[in-house]
Structures are given as C-alpha cells and as structure tokens.
C-alpha cells in the first residue's frame, strides 16, 4: 500500500479549507522522512500556524480570556500529550518533546509552559483578532452570571447552541501511514465557551488520538462526549471488523446531534467522517 497522510481542519471546518489541507498535506509529504511522526508533527504544526484553525494560533479563549492549548502525538506505542499549555507558537512540538525528551507521558499547566521554555520554545500569543472577538461575545452572553458553578460542560455547550455562539472549528488533526508504520498527532485551543483548566479529548491517548501496530485515528468534537466514548480506542479495536469508513460512520452516530468527527489510517485504507462539516486534506505516495 502506497504511503498515506491524511489531515482535518475540525468539526465545523468546510470545503473553504479543503484546498490548504491538501497543500499542508503534499508540501508535508515531499518530505524525506520515513517516520510516520515527522509527517503528522509536521502537518499538524503548519495547521496551528494557520490562523483560520482552533489550534496554536487562532486558538479560541476561556471564558476568563486565557488561551490553553493541548496536543499530543503517539507513535510506535510512545505517546507525548500537553494540555493547559500557554503562551507557545506550536503545542504539538513541544507534545514531541514530552515523548522524545523526558520520562513521561502528559504534562500540564504551567509544568508544560516551563518545559517548553527550557526547551527553547519562545514566549508568543496565539490570540488573533477573531478569537478576541469571539470571546468579547461570550464575555457578553455570560455578563451576570455565575459561569464559574461547576457545572458539566454540556450545560455550556447548551448555552452555545441556544444563544448562537459562532460557529467554531475543533481541534486539528493528523494520521500517518508510512513505511507501514502509523502515527496521529492532535493540538486544539478547546471547545468554547470553557473553564480554565478545562482539559477536553485532544490530549487523552484514546479519547482524542490512538496509533498502534494496526492503524492511527484521532477525533475531533465535543471533548467531555468524546472522552466518555473512549472514541479513538474504540475505532482502533474495530479496525479490520469492517470497512474503515462504516467503522467511523458507525461511531459517530452514536454522538446523535453532539458535533464529532474523526480520521483513520489502516493497513489497506483511509477514511473520514463526521455529523457536520469537516474540511480534510491527504497526500500518498509510494
Ligand atoms: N476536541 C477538542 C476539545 O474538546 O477540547
């Protein structure tokens, strides 16, 4: 099977975007590289410097104004994941590090922020002018009332759709077939309206991505459902049952009218699908 890199702009991303995915998608896989994790870091890395995406810069804000970001990368059944991180150009390569770099797995908050800069990582502002007007409206929405009472996340994700949030886009993503071995790499900015310190499925091994010997997919949507499905997981087990595609189709609708998607790679296939609009890009070559 030729080689394959398969990306998405989010749930919520349309057909506008098709044309730059495809671009991230072959400029990425001119590459030499035969590590499927160089060509999903890579991708994911031009998409987080593509303001138009929710992930690095153009990343939405929380609903104290705060931009935290996660990502994470897995490959080779090595996995490295931040979340809550602030104040960098690219989540998803310091998510490499994490994995490349130290003993763990997930690193978080201003741990993540610290590792970064001692990396080498430079101080940077992903907010854009479009996110800031985003979060100007939610600030407005929410003005008297109390948004910090712990309430499940769904209660927000409630207000969006009633009070007409503008439509975001989700998290970013990347799956890799190369040389047969596979790769998935996700970095988001979240699902607004949301806490501080809300983490969501992006930087969950599992939830939000999963590679192993069989195939890669990651998910994009409504974090707290995708983590309570275990979406990533439950897709990779499946792979070989069915065609990839009803694999993903199936999944999916079981979210009903929750906004979710995802992309997979396996041995002999690609696929995606989602219940909204998802703009995707892909690359193969031999
Ligand atoms: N899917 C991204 C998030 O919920 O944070």
Redesign the pocket.
């Known amino acids: 099977m030729p080689n394959v890199l398969l990306l998405h702009g989010g ?1 919520g991303s349309d057909n506008s975007y098709t044309e730059a995915l495809n671009r991230y998608a072959n400029s990425t896989s001119s590459k030499k590289s035969m590590d499927p994790l160089d060509f999903v870091v890579e991708a994911v890395r031009l998409m987080e410097d593509d303001p138009s995406f929710n992930a690095g810069t153009g990343s939405v804000k929380r609903i104290d104004g705060s931009i935290q970001m ?1 990502a994470a990368v897995m490959a080779n059944s090595q996995i490295g994941s931040v979340s809550a991180i602030e104040r960098v150009k690219n989540p998803v390569l310091v998510a490499r590090e994490v994995m490349l770099q130290t003993p763990h797995v997930m690193i978080t908050g201003d741990g993540a922020v610290k590792l970064a800069r001692a990396l080498g990582f430079s101080d940077y502002d992903p907010t854009t002018e479009r996110t800031e007007t985003i979060w100007k409206k939610m600030v407005a929405f929410f003005n008297g009332r109390d948004v910090e009472l712990p309430e499940r996340y769904s209660q927000y994700y409630r207000y969006a759709k009633i009070f007409g949030f503008p439509q975001q886009k ?2 970013v993503g990347a799956v890799a077939r190369v040389g047969g071995k596979f790769a998935a790499a996700v970095s ?4 607004s309206p ?1 806490m501080r310190g ?5 930087p969950l091994p599992g939830a ?1 991505l999963y590679a192993g010997e069989n195939g890669a997919v990651v ?6 459902e ?1 983590i309570r499905k275990m979406m990533c997981y439950d897709i990779y087990t499946k792979i070989g049952t069915e065609p990839l595609h009803e694999i993903l189709k199936n999944k999916v609708e079981e979210f009903g009218e929750v906004l979710v998607g995802a992309i997979a790679v396996s041995k002999d296939e690609f696929a995606s699908y989602s219940n909204s609009s998802m703009a995707t890009g892909e690359s193969t070559w031999p």
């Open positions: 749930a996660d989700d998290t988001t900015g979240g699902s949301m809300r983490v969501g499925d992006s939000g998910a994009t949507g409504i974090g707290e995708i």
